[in-house]
């Protein structure tokens, strides 16, 4: 009963900045290593299906084990900063890990793995340890490491497996940083050195085989931005005696011979063709997947390229010639990013994908109707580095998150036309720093207040073009989100200067072309003006280039008053007041700053701690505000009664835990108020969880708080560091409250406490549900969110031809439903759905 509590509703995330971090398979997922995860991705459903937690480092390489006969893989192997290899393997749908690989001893960066004839499993592994491993696995036994291979000081950036024509036996490519490609066989159990293929000119990035049953094509890229294609052969003995060869203009060829089960093979090497188009390094080639045509196994001649220069080509033979040539070329322009990382093709040709430095997805799509077009697609997106904090918004519609890759990004649900389901994008990136972000606190449907590494509190505003595009995306009437936003003078959209940290507003006015009246500059920075932005009229998800510069918020306003780095912030319900605390070791540095939302005019400084404020939370009915503290004490202020000497909002301090009455030993992490301000709770590094209170004597009076607050709870013990910890704003069936709590290990655990119970006996806590292991973040949750109302986001809204009968029903089976929002440390952003009546 308990694992049907928590449904995994979206991930947000995004590739690691590696080079062979992706790889898509002939059933059409795509897996790509996520901080220390693997995510496997459905391009069609645009949702991360699952994710596979294993490696206690980052996730380098990723690589799906095809099969000889194009069916769709069960097998799947992922390396990673661990210098382990795993092999996941899917049982019903189900991937769990089916061996892994130890022996490197250095992070693994490249790896290959096909099967061989006896169905057994040939896996070459590359790593910073300057050694290229062969494994060879099988359902039996444990993995085995058949072979060694070292180079010195050198390093092997890549590596790729196929076997031979005619002998069957494994050969094995390595493209390093001598700028050569090395091949090896292995042949009766022996692994010989074939030979080294010279040409290129700086490092070696990426080698890829094809086989067209009769030949090999080895493609290998580098940083010299070519792209070399070589063809190898059997060679019969034949071909060597016939003619005096001096008439003949031949390519020059290398050849090697093999012994297989005692029958010797010679095999030719020559290079088919240089393909030069690429202006910077190439990362990454990918040979178009084989397909079933007849009954056989087909090969095209079709070869994707991806580059730092934010390109991505198609490359094949022009038909009649045989001349290598582009066929398509797709990319980014503008934006202040570096290039692509690497580079996949879908399985039957119609959709490319690269991933670049900054995690992002870029996806192409074949035009329907137009065979020679490509348009950008939608593609998942996340951050690329720990998410630090996160906050609905206030009606529930969409979730704002702050992270240490210095953006802030905005996610809501998203309905394609002709789709029943909602998934959720990214469709705006109002912020991005300079600084690692650290808080975020939301001020209203549209404005928010952020805080990063530096001293500054920074206030944003969403613009027109955002206001407009979200009405489009969401289905909500354009009018409606207009008038509650003070519309008339709503900015364009905003601009970052080049070396700007601040986003500055971009009007109306400055959109407009100027006449050639007024084409004479009054200044510099007329005649080079830095507006980046350009207005989008959105029915979908923007792609990664457009987040960059057309989405982003103009800044309002800036908040000066802390001596050092930002930590944390709290808004009120009214949307009145901000607090903000920053990193602290002595006592005048840890005090909370109170400011006012109407003119941003600090409204006072509350000193009682003595190291820095983690976390701080408003009640709901605002009257009271909580901060917990490294010194592991919390502090509860009161807002005193409004005068008219004094009608701006003051707060006063009224109950605190000291040295003596502290009952968490450890750091308190989190807080949170119960929805009727009656109780708060607080977390702990210690492991505990205790419910404090009663804050108000009684829920209809709003008298001062009782004389004395103490733990209304017994300690709650959750096994780990307990790092969030949340409220759900609506009660359970049987009147008690349920709360969420995030733990060190990345798992989240629900506990339902109810209050009135004689909390020594410890009967009042009970555990309902946790987050499975493949549910579970794979680093410490951070924050935890409940949704400010019942039901899902993006299921409201009435489906054509209902009846209101249905709709009843079905309003009242999405209320039992309530969503959790999870940020963490491993990059990501999770959206659960919980079923109360699962509970």
């Known amino acids: 009963m308990a694992a049907a509590v928590f449904e995994t509703c979206h991930v947000a995330c995004c590739a690691n900045r590696t080079p062979n971090v992706v790889s898509w398979s002939r059933s059409g997922i795509i897996a790509f290593g996520t901080c220390n995860s693997v995510a496997l991705y459905d391009p069609q459903e645009r949702a991360v299906i699952a994710l596979l937690n294993g490696h206690t480092g980052r996730v380098n390489a990723v690589q799906w084990v095809h099969r000889k006969d194009g069916a769709p893989e069960c097998l799947l192997v992922s390396g990673g900063s661990d210098n382990r290899l795993i092999l996941w393997e899917a049982q019903n749908g189900k991937f769990s890990q089916a061996g892994e690989c130890r022996g490197h001893t250095g992070p693994v960066c490249a790896m290959d793995a096909i099967y061989m004839e006896n169905s057994e499993i040939l896996v070459a592994s590359s790593a910073s340890d300057s050694t290229v491993r062969l494994w060879l696995c099988s359902e039996t036994k444990e993995a085995e490491c058949l072979h060694n291979l070292t180079f010195g000081s050198g390093f092997m950036m890549d590596v790729s497996l196929v076997l031979l024509p005619g002998s069957r036996a494994p050969i094995l490519a390595c493209g390093g940083d001598d700028s050569r490609v090395h091949l090896y066989v292995l042949a009766s159990g022996e692994l010989k050195k074939a030979m080294t293929l010279q040409g290129h000119e700086d490092w070696v990035r990426g080698v ?371 607090a903000s605390a920053c990193k602290a070791s002595k006592a005048e540095h840890a005090a909370v700053l109170l400011w006012s939302t109407a003119t941003w005019r600090q409204l006072q400084m509350l000193p009682c701690h003595t190291l820095t404020v983690t976390q701080m939370a408003f009640s709901p009915d605002s009257q009271l505000l909580l901060a917990v503290s490294r010194d592991r004490t919390w502090s509860l202020w009161r807002r005193n009664q409004a005068t008219p000497e004094s009608p701006e909002p003051q707060f006063s301090l009224c109950a605190h835990t000291g040295k003596d009455t502290a009952v968490h030993s450890r750091i308190i992490w989190s807080c949170d108020w119960s929805p009727d301000s009656r109780y708060f709770v607080t977390s702990s590094r210690d492991k505990k969880v205790i419910v404090w209170g009663p804050c108000r004597s009684d829920p209809s009076e709003d008298s001062a708080p009782p004389a004395e607050i103490k733990p209304c709870s017994s300690i709650l013990d959750v096994g780990d560091s307990a790092t969030a910890v949340a409220f759900c704003p609506s009660l359970c069936a049987d009147n008690s409250w349920l709360l969420a709590v995030g733990l060190e290990c990345g798992r989240i655990r629900l506990y339902r406490w109810r209050p009135g119970q004689e909390p020594a006996a410890g009967d009042d806590w009970s555990s309902c549900g946790e987050t499975k292991a493949l549910q579970s973040h794979a680093l410490a949750v951070k924050r935890l969110r409940w949704r400010p109302t019942a039901g899902r986001a993006g299921r409201e809204n009435k489906e054509d031809g209902q009846t209101d009968g249905e709709s009843g029903v079905e309003e009242e089976e999405e209320s039992s439903w309530v969503q959790l929002a999870s940020a963490s440390a491993d990059y990501s952003v999770k959206i659960f759905n919980v079923n109360k009546r699962a509970l």
């Open 208 to 578: 890829a085989w094809a086989s067209t049953g009769v030949e090999l094509l080895l493609a290998s890229c580098s940083q010299d931005s070519l792209i070399r294609v070589w063809k190898l052969c059997v060679k019969s003995h034949t071909d060597t005696a016939t003619g005096d060869g001096h008439n003949i203009i031949r390519m020059k060829e290398d050849i090697f011979e093999v012994k297989e089960k005692g029958v010797s093979l010679m095999y030719a090497v020559t290079l088919e063709t240089v393909l030069a188009g690429h202006e910077n390094w190439v990362y990454g080639v990918h040979w178009q997947p084989p397909f079933f045509k007849g009954g056989e196994l087909q090969q095209p001649l079709r070869l994707l390229s991806a580059s730092m220069d934010k390109t991505m080509i198609v490359w094949a033979p022009e038909e009649g010639s045989g001349v290598w040539v582009e066929q398509v070329r797709v990319g980014e322009v503008g934006g202040n990013t570096l290039g692509f990382y690497g580079c996949q093709m879908s399985p039957d040709g119609s959709m490319i994908m690269a991933h670049a430095f900054h995690g992002a997805l870029h996806l192409w799509c074949k035009d329907q109707n137009r065979e020679e077009e490509w348009r950008p697609g939608v593609a998942i997106s996340g951050h690329f580095n720990a998410v630090q904090d996160m906050s609905w918004d206030p009606e529930g519609e969409f979730i704002l998150s702050v992270g240490s890759d210095q953006t802030t990004r905005l996610f809501t649900p998203w309905r394609k036309q002709g789709s029943k389901q909602a998934t959720w994008h990214e469709i705006s990136r109002p912020q991005i720093h300079g600084y690692d972000m650290q808080c975020l606190a939301m001020v209203g449907r549209f404005q928010f207040v952020s805080g990063a590494d530096e001293k500054v509190l920074r206030v944003f505003q969403a613009p027109r073009n955002f206001v407009e595009n979200f009405a489009n995306i969401s289905g909500t009437s354009k009018e409606k989100l207009l008038t509650s936003s003070d519309c008339a003078n709503l900015p364009e959209g905003a601009s970052t200067p080049a070396l700007g940290l601040s986003n500055k507003a971009v009007f109306q006015g400055d959109l407009a072309p100027k006449t050639n009246g007024e084409e004479r500059f009054s200044s510099a920075s007329d005649q080079y003006q830095e507006r980046y932005f350009h207005p989008l009229n959105l029915t979908e998800p923007p792609p990664e280039d457009h987040l960059l510069q057309n989405t982003l918020w103009p800044e309002v306003q800036k908040l000066y008053g802390h001596g050092f780095e930002m930590f944390c912030l709290a808004s009120d319900s009214n949307r009145t007041v901000v």
